[in-house]
């Protein structure tokens, strides 16, 4: 039980377009998930807390215009880069948090901006 | 305010050895503390919690882990490592189960045969 997906698992696109990450928790239902941005090497950095029905809540420093998230169902988040720049490069992870307390992660989506 | 720190980046160890990975924790209220570990290009697979029950915490693959308070630690181990244990693990620290989860910067922890 447990499981968090994450789609795609890899995405390359231009410099200045938009991609969207979605996370799924399969086998039980998550009224917040979160979204972490990990950098080669280095440990998880929190961006943001989504919270199904209401907007999210982003890490100072995070720009909330450009990484767009909405959390429609207590199964499904999603997190839209916009206008994406080669800085944006990173390995993104979502988590998402059952009724008892923990938080469970899904397998990351690498994201390349060329 | 709520920290953690994971002593050591890399530890190395041959199989069939003691694994030890070092956390310490800061928190002003009582914590919940976690083990995840992380193989490359994958997710966190959460290995073990404390939630204030039981000070020590037997987790999934043969790991565990012993909450002190009087040391603020909450270090990881496991009595005989295998190949398979390679990849990096993260200490995390919480206020509660409903509030956000702080990470240690990870440890990677390599088995030679």
């Known amino acids: 039980g447990a499981v968090v997906s994450q789609h795609p698992s890899w995405v390359i696109c231009k410099s200045g377009t938009s991609v969207k990450i979605e996370c799924r928790s399969l086998d039980f239902q998550a009224t917040t998930m979160f979204w972490y941005r990990q950098f080669p090497k280095q440990s998880l950095m929190l961006m943001a807390t989504s919270n199904e029905g209401s907007k999210a809540t982003y890490e100072q420093g995070v720009e909330k215009d450009k990484f767009l998230i909405n959390h429609a169902s207590l199964t499904l988040s999603t997190l839209t880069v916009t206008s994406a720049h080669p800085e944006d490069s990173s390995f993104y992870i979502c988590s998402a948090r059952d009724g008892e307390e923990t938080q469970y992660f899904g397998p990351g989506t690498r994201l390349l901006v060329l | 305010a709520q920290s953690v720190t994971q002593l050591g980046s890399h530890v190395s160890v041959s199989e069939g050895a003691l694994v030890l990975l070092r956390c310490n924790y800061s928190?002003?209220?009582?914590?919940?503390l976690f083990w995840y570990v992380q193989y490359p290009n994958q997710g966190l697979q959460l290995l073990l919690k404390?939630?204030?029950?039981?000070?020590l915490v037997k987790g999934i693959n043969g790991f565990e882990a012993e909450f002190k308070k009087s040391e603020t630690s909450f270090h990881l181990t496991k009595p005989s490592a295998h190949m398979s244990d390679a990849a990096e693990y993260f200490c995390?620290?919480?206020?509660?189960?409903?509030?956000?989860?702080?990470f240690g910067k990870g440890t990677m922890l390599l088995v030679s045969p």
């Open positions: 995390a620290v919480s206020h509660s189960g409903y509030s956000t989860l702080t």
């Open positions: 404390y939630t204030s029950a039981a000070t």
């Open positions: 928190s002003s209220v009582p914590p919940y």
